[in-house]
């Protein structure tokens, strides 16, 4: 049997969340199951997988529902880390549900694990100084001071529209379950991993970890993973085909390849990958490959096919 290689495959919010009009569960399931048809051809083209995903809005959808739970009937409240276990246990359960199945019709009897994953941060990362990530409902004044006074909570006015809670965005530094995503790939398990970013942890003394109301980049945790598990491929699949210059503007372009320097330059150019978008995504490959990653593609999930045979998607590599 040929050598097999392992993937870590970054899928997006488009694989779960069409659009506002199919945001049910079912929805999700039925557009988990389009994105794992893909990941299933991957896995018939002999690759190994690691499968990371986004929980942004689930994660939204959670806290929405624990907050009007509270009010209306004096529900406990979940807090942000568990909120995202529960996103990484439901997401996961789709994607294994839906790829398995696709494996099963196909012939493929690869066993399909859901890792709750904790991801952990510095305590001292200096997002923490500045938490500017939205979470939550809008809340008036009185409740956001209250919240502020009595949990800790940062808080800001939202242009007029009410106040929100805001958290921290840090970066990950060590994927806690690390060994049993391995043994489970060494082993030929698809391993869905690092949901969300992973739950954000800090390290309160000799590896006693806790949950932080935070949020890690999915892409960021992704990449960092793929470092740790030496991936051959870092694999994000997104609502675009391919990377642009210029995106949006008269002098757009598309790209079918970058090399790491460009890439960097690009970046540092500012006006090319949107903030909260392209450029997470741009940095963490940038990241991956300084590591030592190999190559990385983007592309969306119906070119996942495509893209690996070199005929779409944008590459980048060293
Ligand atoms: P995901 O849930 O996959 O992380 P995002 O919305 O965060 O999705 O990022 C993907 C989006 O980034 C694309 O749908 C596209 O609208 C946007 N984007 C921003 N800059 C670029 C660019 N330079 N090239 C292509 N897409 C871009
Ligand atoms: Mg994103």
């Known amino acids: 049997m040929a050598e097999r290689k392992v993937a ?22 039925l557009a988990a199951k389009e994105t794992t048809y893909h990941i299933a051809d991957m896995i018939e ?44 246990g439901a997401i996961g359960y789709a994607l294994q549900q839906t790829l398995q199945t696709e494996l099963y019709k196909r012939g493929i009897h690869k066993p399909i694990a859901t890792v709750i ?23 008036d004044e009185a409740e956001a001071k209250t ?3 009595d949990m800790g909570w940062s808080v800001v006015e939202d242009a007029g529209r009410g106040w929100r809670r805001v958290v921290a965005s840090p970066l990950p530094k060590e994927v806690v379950e690390l060994k049993s995503v391995k043994t489970l790939i060494s082993n030929g398990v698809v391993v869905i991993t690092v949901g969300g970013g992973g739950i954000p942890v800090i390290d309160m003394g000799e590896r006693e970890f806790r949950g932080v109301a935070a949020v ?6 992704s990449g960092l993973l793929a470092n740790l598990i030496d991936a051959d491929l870092f694999l994000i699949s997104t609502a675009v085909e391919k990377v642009a210059l210029n995106y949006g503007k008269p002098n757009q372009k598309w790209l079918d390849h970058m090399t790491l320097s460009e890439a960097k330059g690009y970046l540092q150019e500012g006006i090319h990958f949107a903030k909260g978008s ?27 096919g495509k893209a690996l045979r070199g005929e779409t998607g944008t590459w980048i590599v060293p």
């Open 45 to 88: 083209a002999g690759w190994d997988v690691a499968i990371g995903h986004g929980n942004g809005p689930q994660v939204g959808f959670i806290l929405r529902r624990s907050e009007i739970a509270h009010k209306v009937e004096g529900m406990h409240e979940i807090p942000l880390d568990v909120c995202g276990a529960d996103s990484q």
């Open 278 to 304: 392209m450029a997470p995504k741009i940095q963490a490959i940038v990241w991956f490959l300084e590591a030592g990653g190999k190559q990385a593609i983007i592309t969306n999930p119906e070119n996942i």
């Open 8 to 29: 870590v495959v970054a899928i997006g919010g488009n694989s779960l969340i069409k659009d506002k009009q199919h945001q049910t569960v079912e929805d999700q399931y």
């Open 147 to 149: 919240r502020e006074a």
């Open 117 to 139: 994953t904790q991801v952990m941060v510095d305590k001292n990362d200096p997002a923490f100084a500045n938490p500017s990530k939205p979470i939550g409902g809008f809340m």
């Open 216 to 221: 890690i980049d999915k892409d960021f945790a």
